[in-house]
C-alpha cells in the first residue's frame, strides 16, 4: 500500500495511518509538475532578471542585502546547510525523525518552495528505506523555521552526518554508497527551502495530539475504573447536570463514564456517603476542559500540516516571489503550551485518585496491601506519581512567551515552538506513567470489593491487565510492575 503526496487536504487520522501501518510514499503527477513547474519559473525568472531574492541571491538573516553572483548560488546554499547544522541536547525519537520527513515532503509538494522535484523525490527515498537522520533536540528559535534541526535534516541529504539506518547509526555518506545514490548538490533557493520550515515544531505538536486524543479516552476508562474501586456516587454523571453547562467535552466525558459504569454491581449499591472528592467527582468538567482543548489543537495542527511554511514563497501563476514570515511559528507554540498544561492536568487529577486509593478510606486498607505495617502496599508509587507531576508543572511553564532577539536584530520576535513542542512531548510521557500508577492502584482496590464486579466493560479490561500483573499480596518489587503496566497502556498508543 501506497500514500500518493498531492494537494488534498491531510488530517491528523490520515498520519496516524500512514504511520502505524508502515505505508511508503510517493508524489502525486499533479504534484510532480506543480514542483517542476515552479522550479522552471524559478531558474527563467534567476537568468532574466537582476532582483535580489531573499535567500536565493542574497546573504540570510541580517545579511539580506549582501549580493550573491549566480555562480555561487550552490554553494551558498550548501553553506547554509552545514553552518546551521548547530544542534545540541539529546538526540530527538527516531519516529519523530520520520514525522519531520513526511511533513517536509507535504510542504514542499505544494510547489511554492522552488526545489527540484529530484530534492523532493530523495527526501521519499529517505522516508521510505526508513534513513533517519539524526537530530538534536536543542536549537531551533521556531522562527525564521526551524533552522538547526532541519539543518541536520538535509546534511544527510548531502552526504554529511549521521543517519540511523537498519537500527544502526552510520555516515549519511556511506548510506549513500551502500545504496549507490550521489550525493545531492543543491541548487538555488533548496537550502532555503529545507531550513526555512515549522516541520520540527509541527511534529513533536501533531505526534502529542495524536497521544493527546488516545489519552483522553484512556483517562476516562481509568477514571471510570478508580470511581468504582474508591465506591463513588454515579449520580455526578448525570446528563441533566451537564446539559445545564453545555460544553461539548464535559457532556461527552460524562457520557462516556456512564456508559463504562453501565452495569457495574458496585456502582448501585447503598452509598454511605453524600458526596464524592473532586478527583472523582469532577471528572466530567476536568477531562471535559482537556478534550475541548484537544480539538482546538487539532485544527491548529491540521491547518499547518496542510500548509507551507518556508520563504521566499513563490507564486508562478502572479509571476510573484514574495518574502514573508509563514517560518513563524507562533501557532503550534501557543498551541503546544495549551495542550501541554490541558494533558498535565489529567495527570494531575489521575495523581490525586491514586492518593485517594491508598489513603485507607472507603473500607480500603491503608495503602492498598492486605496487611499494612509489615507492607508498606502502594505507598511510594503515591511518591513517585507526586514526584511526575511536580515536574510536569515545571514542564508547562510557557516557551511561547519567550522570545530573544537573534541573528543582529533581524530575527527580534521568536516563538519558541520548537521548546513548547519538546516540553509537550515530555508531558505526554510522563502523564503515561501516572496513568499506569492509577491502573495499578484501582485494579488492586477492586480486589478488596470482591465479590461484588464492575460493569463488563471495565471487569474485561482488568482481565487483561491481570494477564500481564497479578494483584499484589504481599510487598515486591514495585518498579517492574509499574513498568509493565506502561507497557501494557502502550498498545493503546500506537503511533
Known amino acids: 500500500m501506497t500514500h500518493e503526496i498531492s494537494h488534498k487536504e491531510l488530517s491528523i487520522i490520515d498520519i496516524e495511518n500512514i504511520i502505524n501501518n508502515d505505508i511508503k510514499i510517493s508524489i502525486s503527477k499533479k504534484a510532480k509538475n506543480t514542483i517542476k513547474n515552479c522550479r522552471t519559473y524559478l531558474d527563467n525568472k534567476l537568468n532574466q532578471s537582476e532582483e535580489l531574492f531573499y535567500g536565493i541571491n542574497t546573504g540570510f538573516g541580517s545579511l539580506c542585502n549582501v549580493r550573491i553572483n549566480h555562480q555561487d ?26 514525522l519531520i520527513l513526511l511533513l517536509k515532503i507535504q ?21 521510505n528505506h526508513d534513513i533517519l537522520p539524526v537530530i538534536y533536540e536543542q536549537g531551533s528559535l521556531g522562527a525564521s523555521g526551524d533552522l538547526a534541526p532541519l539543518a541536520h535534516l538535509s546534511l544527510a541529504l548531502l552526504g554529511e552526518g549521521e543517519v540511523y539506518y537498519q537500527n544502526k547509526k552510520q555516515e549519511a555518506k556511506e548510506i549513500h554508497k551502500k545504496l549507490g545514490w550521489s550525493p545531492l548538490e543543491l541548487e538555488s533557493k533548496e537550502g532555503i527551502a529545507l531550513l526555512n520550515g515549522t516541520q520540527f515544531s509541527l511534529a513533536f505538536s501533531l505526534w502529542s495530539t495524536i497521544q493527546a486524543k488516545h489519552i483522553s479516552k484512556l483517562s476516562d476508562k481509568i477514571a471510570a475504573l478508580s470511581i468504582d474501586a474508591f465506591d463513588c456516587r454515579i449520580s ?20 462516556n463514564i456512564s456508559n463504562l459504569l453501565e452495569g457495574s454491581q ?33 485544527k491548529v495542527v491540521t491547518i499547518e500540516l496542510n500548509s507551507v511554511t518556508d520563504n521566499p514563497n513563490i507564486f508562478p501563476e502572479d509571476d510573484m ?89 533581524q530575527e527580534d520576535h521568536v516563538s519558541m515552538a520548537a521548546n513548547a513542542g519538546t516540553k509537550l512531548y515530555k508531558v505526554i510521557e510522563n ?13 488492586q482496590a477492586i480486589e478488596f470489593r470482591r465479590p461484588l464486579k ?11 491487565y491481570r494477564n500481564i500483573n497479578p494483584s499484589l499480596e504481599n510487598d515486591r518489587i514495585l518498579y517492574k510492575d509499574m513498568h509493565k503496566t506502561k507497557q501494557f497502556l502502550d498498545n493503546y498508543f500506537k503511533i
Do not use: W
Not at 358 to 370: E, K, M, V, W
Open 73 to 98: 548560488t550552490v554553494q551558498l546554499q550548501r553553506n547554509l546547510v552545514i553552518s546551521h547544522a548547530c544542534g545540541m541536547g539529546d538526540e530527538i525519537p527516531q519516529k519523530i525523525v520520520k
Open 107 to 127: 510542504s514542499l509538494s505544494y510547489g511554492n518552495s522552488g526545489v527540484r522535484l529530484e530534492l523532493v523525490e530523495r527526501l521519499v527515498d529517505f522516508y
Open 236 to 255: 455526578p454523571f448525570d446528563k441533566r447536570i451537564h446539559l445545564i453547562r453545555p460544553h461539548q467535552g464535559q457532556i461527552q466525558t460524562a457520557e
Open 266 to 298: 458496585i456502582i448501585t449499591q447503598e452509598k454511605n456517603h453524600v458526596q464524592d472528592p473532586y478527583a472523582f467527582r469532577c471528572v466530567p468538567q476536568v477531562h471535559g476542559a482537556t478534550k475541548s482543548t484537544i480539538d482546538h489543537v487539532e
Open 321 to 409: 516571489i514574495i518574502s514573508g514570515g509563514n517560518f513563524h511559528a507562533q501557532h503550534l507554540a501557543l498551541a503546544s503550551d495549551f495542550l501541554a498544561i490541558a494533558i498535565a492536568e489529567l495527570g494531575n487529577i489521575s495523581e490525586r485518585r491514586t492518593y485517594q486509593l491508598i489513603s485507607g478510606q472507603r473500607n480500603l486498607p491503608a495503602f492498598l496491601t492486605p496487611a499494612p505495617g509489615l507492607n508498606s502496599g502502594f505507598m511510594i508509587s503515591q511518591y513517585t506519581a507526586a514526584s511526575i507531576v511536580s515536574q510536569n508543572k515545571q514542564l508547562c511553564t510557557p516557551a511561547s512567551v519567550d522570545s530573544i532577539v537573534s541573528c543582529n536584530g
Open 431 to 443: 502523564v503515561k506513567s501516572l496513568l499506569a500508577i492509577e491502573l495499578m492502584c484501582a485494579t
Open 454 to 464: 464492575t460493569s463488563p466493560i471495565l471487569e474485561t479490561f482488568l482481565k487483561e
